[in-house]
């Protein structure tokens, strides 16, 4: 019972925070508004927004040629296929159950390409805490390039009480890691020191790893690619098609912490967009339609490739379970 309360909540309060917030958002629109959001999305150019959700898909197919860089140390060199069809699926799982997709992940690689889990999922934190620097880079560029007006922008829209929570929440977090990684002084079960071994050795899958510069490499690629598909996005409209760089950068970096919020940013992301590129003169209207064209076009692209990947896993490794 605690598990399904549990399960329920952890589904349920970000799902209902997101549907919340777009009740909130669109109960103060007008009618006359509600006819400008519907023009804009009946003249997006969706042509560009094809080219922006391949231009994302793109950077997956990278993360998955990565993901071998990390996986090759511990003695493991899956296929390509496979890797990227783990990855599609931990994506659609978490527009379901919010964090599920990297445990998804490790499960799948553990079941068709025999990498047990422990050390899978090790890497897989490891790839997260990589990702996070490349968001904190571009977030400190956004702080340079526009401090005050992103400052006043978070500081009104996130509680502080709740950034000093995710603050100390994050460091806890770390000190934990660490001491289970390093100091490990007390005895536990061998079960439950083989999975924290594996964890540390695909933690530490960074480390050992002979390709650090193609890794980097490819890296940077994957967050161009970011970057270049929210970019390609901007000119789906031609209201927002003359963007600067800098505002696409803040924009860019401001809708990437939403996803942490609720359902993959799900009535969070638009709602943000709309925010904060109303700060540099765009319509609350073009920058809510701008941001749902966005959000629906890739989330569509992870649900189709998500579901294909389900059915195309087990076909694809038919011999590997005979």
């Given at each position: 019972?605690?598990?399904?309360?549990?399960?329920?909540?952890?589904?349920?309060?970000?799902?209902?925070?997101?549907?919340?917030?777009?009740?909130?958002?669109?109960?103060?629109?007008?009618?006359?508004?509600?006819?400008?959001?519907?023009?804009?999305?009946?003249?997006?150019?969706?042509?560009?927004?094809?080219?922006?959700?391949?231009?994302?898909?793109?950077?997956?197919?990278?993360?998955?040629?990565?993901?071998?860089?990390?996986?090759?140390?511990?003695?493991?060199?899956?296929?390509?296929?496979?890797?990227?069809?783990?990855?599609?699926?931990?994506?659609?799982?978490?527009?379901?159950?919010?964090?599920?997709?990297?445990?998804?992940?490790?499960?799948?690689?553990?079941?068709?390409?025999?990498?047990?889990?422990?050390?899978?999922?090790?890497?897989?934190?490891?790839?997260?805490?990589?990702?996070?620097?490349?968001?904190?880079?571009?977030?400190?560029?956004?702080?340079?390039?526009?401090?005050?007006?992103?400052?006043?922008?978070?500081?009104?829209?996130?509680?502080?009480?709740?950034?000093?929570?995710?603050?100390?929440?994050?460091?806890?977090?770390?000190?934990?890691?660490?001491?289970?990684?390093?100091?490990?002084?007390?005895?536990?079960?061998?079960?439950?020191?083989?999975?924290?071994?594996?964890?540390?050795?695909?933690?530490?899958?960074?480390?050992?790893?002979?390709?650090?510069?193609?890794?980097?490499?490819?890296?940077?690629?994957?967050?161009?690619?970011?970057?270049?598909?929210?970019?390609?996005?901007?000119?789906?409209?031609?209201?927002?098609?003359?963007?600067?760089?800098?505002?696409?950068?803040?924009?860019?970096?401001?809708?990437?912490?939403?996803?942490?919020?609720?359902?993959?940013?799900?009535?969070?992301?638009?709602?943000?967009?709309?925010?904060?590129?109303?700060?540099?003169?765009?319509?609350?209207?073009?920058g809510t339609a701008f941001g749902w064209i966005v959000w629906i076009s890739n989330i569509t692209s992870i649900v189709v490739?998500?579901?294909?990947?389900?059915?195309?896993?087990?076909?694809?490794?038919?011999?590997?379970?005979?």
């Open positions: 019972m605690n598990k399904i309360i549990s399960k329920f909540l952890q589904i349920g309060i970000p799902l209902g925070f997101g549907i919340f917030l777009i009740w909130f958002t669109y109960n103060k629109f007008t009618p006359e508004q509600f006819v400008e959001l519907k023009a804009y999305f009946s003249n997006a150019n969706y042509g560009i927004v094809v080219l922006s959700v391949l231009l994302s898909v793109l950077s997956h197919f990278l993360r998955a040629y990565r993901w071998n860089f990390m996986l090759q140390p511990l003695g493991y060199k899956p296929k390509l296929a496979n890797n990227f069809m783990a990855i599609s699926i931990a994506y659609l799982m978490n527009i379901f159950i919010p964090k599920s997709g990297e445990v998804s992940r490790g499960l799948i690689m553990d079941k068709y390409e025999k990498i047990p889990f422990e050390k899978g999922f090790g890497s897989i934190i490891s790839e997260r805490i990589v990702d996070l620097i490349f968001l904190m880079i571009f977030t400190f560029t956004a702080l340079f390039l526009k401090f005050d007006v992103l400052y006043e922008y978070i500081a009104s829209s996130i509680p502080k009480k709740l950034m000093y929570a995710a603050g100390i929440g994050f460091i806890v977090f770390s000190i934990a890691l660490i001491f289970l990684l390093k100091f490990k002084t007390f005895t536990i079960p061998a079960k439950i020191k083989n999975f924290i071994d594996g964890l540390k050795d695909g933690v530490l899958s960074i480390v050992k790893m002979k390709k650090k510069k193609a890794f980097i490499l490819h890296s940077l690629f994957i967050w161009g690619l970011y970057v270049a598909s929210f970019y390609t996005a901007t000119h789906a409209l031609i209201e927002t098609s003359s963007i600067p760089l800098s505002t696409i950068i803040i924009a860019f970096v401001v809708g990437s912490f939403t996803f942490a919020f609720t359902n993959s940013g799900f009535g969070t992301y638009p709602a943000a967009i709309a925010g904060i590129l109303v700060l540099f003169a765009v319509p609350f209207t073009v490739i998500g579901v294909i990947s389900l059915i195309t896993l087990p076909l694809y490794n038919k011999n590997k379970l005979a």
